[in-house]
């Protein structure tokens, strides 16, 4: 901007003094993830599992397992075993800071977030991150496998898994 | 691959995340407001008067609420007592409440102004508030910056 900024010409009055007040907002809740999400988050805890559920009548397989088919509206009762393995289809390296209002601080950055086919049934992406944040290492189609916390950190929920390292494999 | 149905997985037990938002921010009240919770930091009730229409406003807003015009810079002290316009009672208690149950919100028209403020209502039995009761403002002793500065009405 070429223009530049100046203060209002002095008029003999006082200049504004500008003020903010601080609002500090904190929002406690408790999330029950339901008896088909809970079967999700248990096996991630308990046993390092990858749980999608399929659907029986179009065979759509979706990582986290949903209750409904989005595509059909039917049930989806089948369970498979997913992964860890899988092929990255999309990914972003996000280097902006920005707060997160779940940590209580600004998310650490680079940080890579993925969409990921875990091996399995026609699997839907898996939304996650990778540990590789140097954009010259990533491609789409590359293959990445799930690495998990010590059991004794994981709590039931996804970041029991720590994020999907870049592995030498082909499917 | 081997398909499972929910039999198969035995659910333990439920599983519910406690977590929370923490969403701090900051309000810029702007030159108008500014003006405003720094005399109630000195113990003063400032209003704006609006240019065009000659109404009295406070608390002072930038545009003039009754003929929308810009208000302008024109500033008049208030001597802070009012009288009660309507009231409330709050008995339920809630996490976001910055006092505790029970006590009383009111709409304050204070003498020589055109609008109305909403304050608390305090040093009062709830059951002696009645509406055209004279009230006198009650101020912080160590004004923090905000609308609280003024801690309350009470009755004269």
Redesign the interface.
């Known amino acids: 901007m070429s223009k530049k900024t100046t203060t209002p010409a002095k008029t003999g009055?006082t200049e504004?003094?500008?003020?903010?007040?601080?609002?500090?907002?904190?929002?406690?809740?408790?999330?029950?993830?339901g008896?088909?999400?809970?079967?999700f988050?248990?096996?991630l805890r308990?046993n390092a599992i990858i749980?999608g559920d399929?659907c029986p009548k179009c065979g759509l397989c979706l990582v986290p397992p949903r209750v409904i088919c989005p595509r059909c509206f039917v049930r989806m009762?089948?369970?498979?075993?997913m992964g860890p393995r899988g092929t990255v289809l999309t990914y972003d390296v996000v280097q902006h800071v920005f707060w997160d209002?779940?940590l209580?601080k600004n998310r650490p950055v680079p940080y890579t977030h993925a969409y990921i086919q875990l091996d399995?049934?026609d699997a839907g992406a898996f939304s996650h991150v990778l540990q590789e944040t140097n954009p010259q290492h990533l491609k789409t189609g590359m293959r990445v496998e799930a690495v998990f916390k010590p059991k004794e950190q994981r709590l039931?929920?996804i970041t029991d898994i720590l994020y999907f390292k870049t592995v030498e494999d082909r499917k | 691959m081997s398909k499972l149905t929910k039999n198969d997985i035995k659910l333990k037990e439920p599983i519910v995340w406690h977590k929370g938002w923490d969403v701090p921010y900051r309000r810029f009240v702007g030159s108008v407001g500014a003006k405003f919770l720094r005399g109630l930091g000195t113990g003063k009730i400032l209003a704006i008067r609006c240019e065009a229409c000659k109404k009295t406003i406070v608390p002072p807003q930038n545009v003039c609420p009754f003929c929308f015009a810009e208000t302008g810079t024109s500033w008049v002290e208030l001597s802070g007592y009012g009288s009660l316009v309507t009231y409330t009672t709050a008995y339920y208690t809630a996490r976001s409440q910055p006092v505790p149950p029970p006590y009383v919100m009111g709409l304050i028209k204070l003498d020589a102004a055109d609008t109305s403020l909403v304050h608390y209502i305090n040093e009062v039995d709830v059951a002696d508030v009645s509406i055209g009761m004279r009230l006198a403002p009650v101020f912080q002793d160590m004004p923090k910056g905000n609308i609280l500065d003024l801690k309350y009405f009470k009755p004269m």
């Open positions: 009055k504004p003094e500008y003020m903010s007040l601080p609002i500090p907002m904190k929002l406690p809740f408790a999330w029950a993830v008896e088909h999400l809970g079967r988050y248990q096996e308990d749980y399929v009762d089948e369970w498979v075993e209002p779940i209580a399995g049934p039931g929920e």
